[in-house]
């Protein structure tokens, strides 16, 4: 892991006021969301500092582990940070302070003469240090103000380096608000608040990626015309996610677009046999219509004529690319599709195999005996035996029943469960997928796309 971040909330001030109320809320939630993807694979390594002990020594009860978070102090933090080659964050929530030419990020000793550690100060840090990527999140009054020039000889000095992007709360003539929706004891920063339901997905793409840049979108929108207008500057040589989310659909399944789809404007015809609950449904056309759903969900794919695939499929109607469709169709054949790391996943399905139909079957039998006499229901007598022994046509009906209801709980495909498992319950992913297969498995021999 390359990646380190500097978390800073300071609610308590010696000279400036007033104090605030929900920055080291916000310090700790963003620690606890960038230090790991969704997911729980590494992602920043995070360190805090949280400004809540007073000149005098006096603490919040609340915040153990709180801490003075003097100008000495950040200044060296700061230094600390930015001597690093990888990725770097830099998060900030507390009071800016603007002076007659320069605006600052207040420390709790700071004063009106020198609240803290200008912007113009920042910015040359983050210009000067050899990391690949820097990250600079600031919730602060007039924290857009970076990286503006005053006048005309500022000019020059007045830049972003390659790599550096800025997400700032405000305008540079705006205060930042904290939210009061939520009472004290679980409010945010409004502009946090934003970020924070960003990073946990609300601003990620169909892959789970979120980016500075999707989080500023994410803000913006929600953020009204009379509310604090974010500012968002960058000069990115890339745009690298600063955190995964669980995806809408999975890179192996993007890959398998061009398979489907000769061309990214070509349709696909779909027919009674894709569709689970006809009886002349096939396997391996029904493995392709439910992944066809999920891209349905991920916007990538949809009916041409059609409101719903089900539809579509008993009509013989074909389905197309949605322009999302088209360009992750585009990305996937020309095979860039590789940079989301495959990280152990928790969304998918927890189960290790899928029971066996005959297996539930038996199980319930046993069950629903052992407790029908409990609850005043006398069973025949026909099946109120072993299941070795209940009739064979009852047998049949049971396990058709379970085979259908394992279908609906468990759709995707599983490598691990039993043959007989597999042959009972619809697959939902399809078969593997290549070139070599693609002709027999989707059914080239019939027309599969129309002009």
């Known amino acids: 892991m390359n990646r380190r971040a500097l978390l800073v909330g300071i609610s308590r001030y010696d000279y400036l006021k007033p104090d605030l109320n929900w920055c080291i809320d916000d310090v700790q939630a963003m620690q606890e969301v960038i230090a790991s993807h969704a997911n729980q694979g590494a992602n920043f390594s995070t360190r805090t500092l949280k400004g809540v002990v007073s000149r005098d020594g006096t603490a919040d009860e609340k915040i153990p582990d709180g801490e003075r978070v003097t100008f000495t102090r950040l200044n060296t933090a ?19 302070i603007p002076k007659e030419k320069e605006t600052y990020l207040a420390v709790q000793d700071g004063t009106l003469a020198l609240p803290g550690i200008s912007l113009t100060k920042l910015l040359d840090m983050a210009n000067t240090s050899s990391a690949e990527e820097v990250i600079l999140i600031l919730d602060a009054c007039y924290s857009g103000d970076i990286g503006e020039p005053q006048d005309e000889a500022d000019i020059p000095n007045m830049y972003l380096r390659p790599g550096i992007t800025v997400l700032a709360s405000t305008s540079p003539n705006q ?28 601003a990620a793409d169909v892959r789970g990626l979120v980016s ?29 996610p600063i955190r995964f989310c669980k995806p809408d659909i999975t890179d192996d399944d993007l890959r398998r677009l061009p398979l489907f789809f000769r061309q990214a404007t070509d349709k696909y015809v779909l027919d009674p046999t894709y569709e689970v609950t006809r009886p002349e449904a096939l396997p391996e056309h029904v493995a392709i219509f439910n992944l066809f759903k999920r891209y349905q969900v991920a916007r990538l794919l949809r009916p041409t ?33 590789g940079d989301v790391p495959a990280f152990p996943s928790l969304w998918e399905n927890p189960m290790k195999s899928v029971p066996d139909a005959e297996s539930v079957a038996k199980l319930f039998h046993t069950t629903y005996e052992r407790l029908a006499p409990h609850y005043g229901y006398g069973t025949r007598l026909a099946t109120r035996v072993p299941w070795e022994q209940v009739p064979e046509q009852n047998r049949q009906l049971m396990i058709a029943t379970a085979a259908e209801v394992l279908a609906a709980l468990f759709p995707l495909e599983d490598p691990s469960a039993p043959e007989d498992a597999a042959e009972a319950v619809s697959p939902a992913d399809p078969p593997e997928i290549n070139e070599e297969n693609v002709p027999k498995t989707i059914g080239y021999s019939r027309p599969n796309s129309i002009e």
């Open 78 to 96: 700061l230094k600390e940070l930015f001597d690093f080659d990888g990725t770097i964050l830099f998060y900030f929530a507390g009071h800016g």
């Open 212 to 240: 500075v840049a999707s989080i500023y979108a994410y803000a913006e929108q929600a953020l009204g015309p009379w509310q604090q207008r974010p500012v968002y500057k960058s000069n990115a040589k890339k745009l690298s």
């Open 175 to 202: 205060q930042a608000n904290e939210d009061r929706r939520l009472g004290e004891a679980s409010g945010h920063g409004v502009f946090t608040r934003l970020v924070l339901d960003a990073l946990k997905g609300g």
């Open 305 to 337: 004529i059609d409101d719903h695939l089900y539809f579509a499929a008993l009509s013989s109607h074909p389905v197309e690319l949605m322009p999302l469709g088209q360009f992750y169709w585009q990305l996937a054949k020309e095979h860039r599709l």
